[in-house]
Nanobody
């Protein structure tokens, strides 16, 4: 079964950290660019970070220097380490893989609030 699933969200204070995990299955993971998107309340879903099969990284300007994306091809997982979180980072974080016509996970909620 082709599937992506996110985990690791939660409530964190400003300045805190979280690590999100995207677990994928059902396709040859290592051949695909994997993306993290964020959807803030009332806003569109925006690209946050992506990692290619050759480990080329791309970040939205708003998260550069604070977020780090990485992948483990042996475990079929992609991680998003988020440091120095701010209230504007609040939203539902989604993992997306351009496989099987395009796969979205169910999302994981990140709330940054004091």
């Amino acid at each position: 079964q082709v599937r992506v699933a996110e985990s690791g969200g939660g409530l964190v204070q400003p300045g805190g950290s979280l690590r999100l995990t995207c677990a994928v299955s059902g396709f040859t993971f290592r051949f695909y660019t994997i993306n993290w998107y964020r959807q803030a309340p009332g806003k569109e879903r925006d690209l946050v970070a992506s990692i290619t099969p050759t480990d080329r990284l791309n970040y939205a300007d708003s998260v550069k220097g604070r977020f780090t994306i990485s992948r483990d091809n042996n475990k079929n997982m992609v991680y998003l380490q988020m440091n120095s979180l701010q209230p504007e980072d609040t939203g539902v974080y989604y993992c997306y893989a351009p496989a099987g016509g395009g796969l979205w996970g169910q999302g994981t909620q990140v709330t940054v609030s004091s």
